[in-house]
């Protein structure tokens, strides 16, 4: 007598896995029953066609460790598509089971290795199989395509809602604290540190991060939108998923926002000055700041050498020139930490306590050098304030500097 395993591997879906499984066991009882010298001992099921994580290989693992061991000399399998990830896999675990005196058979194909050698077939089948897998991956692709076209939106799980887009509040709460604390000029990294302090529960156990929180501020789902097929898989055997920049279908209003569109808007703003160009971010003032010579917005950069510090300078007109040739205006620099403690006079004198981005949206209209030796604030109620520049020593005063390199 042969000690006999059968090997499958269902979807995950339960109804179809059920279905899977009888039709797969019915399949294997009936080409035992023509081997009576076959004595069944174990039955083995992956769940996961996929077969995307290494984790849906566990039952596959432990079956060939048994036939390794010589535990198992006969595996039936109902089909070779739902063996290994790829025919590479199949040829190379078929032939290290041979080694051992193990025979393997494939319902389906209805190839037994214990009768015909069967490299080049199970190569040919495979190959097969994998073509009509690119097959079906395209089918799908072209599916989900047409879907977004129609607008059609697939429920996907994310935090703050529940299936049918419904806000869950305890999570909402935490959602809204993330938008607004960053909106009010908090870093990713505080948030984290806040969230994980309080003890605040994450979806998957694990503890808050900044590169999480990053991507949850960006999630334009938090305000009611949906942008759709914003990245693709690459290729069906890899699952490699890159982005997809060129076929995004946007739909606003889609559902019920966690957040208000002009906090959203906000944050969206501030990621963007606090991505690192030359540098330095632009947060907070670009787009405020005027140059007092050409009125174009003034650009935060860094100071090569032994200042090494954030100061404000002429942008010119635009990105295409090189540093240094983009602006017709004479070089000056403003340091930054002086910029700001003016401005945050500014504000106190406006009657506005908390200084940060959302404030300036709400209040400022421009801000431009007034003299070289202030600031001066036009408001959004058409008032206008000056504030003075406060220059710790000479070498910090606004003058054209034409020796520096700015990187």
Known sequence: MKNAAIYMRVNRNLDIRNKELEDFQEACNK??????????????????????????????????????????????IPSILTFTRNSNDTLSIIRKLKEKGVDVCFVKERIDTALIATDLLIKVLSSFENT?????AEGTRKRIRENFEKGVVRWVHIYGYRPGWVIEENEARVVRFMFDAYADGV???????????????????????????SKMLQ????????????SRVE???????VK?????????DNHEGIVDRETFDTVQEILAMRAATNGACMYPFYDFLKCPKC??????????????????????????????????????????????????????????????????????????????????VEWRDHSTTIHPLHFSQPRDALLPIVDCQII
């Open 31 to 76: 080409v035992i029953s023509t081997h009576p010298e076959w004595c069944l001992k174990e039955t083995y099921v992956d769940v996961g066609l996929g077969r995307k994580a290494k984790k849906c290989d566990e039952k596959l693992l432990e079956m060939l460790d048994a036939a390794y061991s010589g535990k198992i000399e006969v595996i039936i």
């Open 132 to 136: 009509r897998r690119a097959s079906v």
């Open 244 to 252: 997809n920049p060129n076929l995004v279908k946007y739909i606003k």
């Open 219 to 230: 999630n334009e789902r938090y305000v009611g939108d949906v942008a759709l097929s914003k």
């Open 295 to 376: 009125g174009m917005p003034m650009v935060k950069v860094n100071l090569k050498g032994a200042r090494q510090e954030c100061v404000w300078t002429c942008g010119g007109e635009g990105k295409k020139e090189m540093i240094g040739q983009r602006t017709r205006c004479e070089t000056y620099l403003l340091p930054d930490r002086i910029l700001k403690e003016a401005v945050v006079e500014a504000f106190k004198g406006k009657g506005i306590e908390r200084f940060s981005y959302r404030e300036m949206k709400r209040n400022v209209k421009k801000i431009t050098l007034s003299d070289w030796d202030a600031i001066e």
């Open 187 to 213: 870093s990713t990294k505080e948030i984290a540190e806040r969230l994980n302090e309080e003890n605040v529960a994450t979806p998957n156990g694990a503890i808050w991060n900044p590169e999480w929180i």
């Open 235 to 241: 290729d069906y055997t890899s699952h490699k998923v």
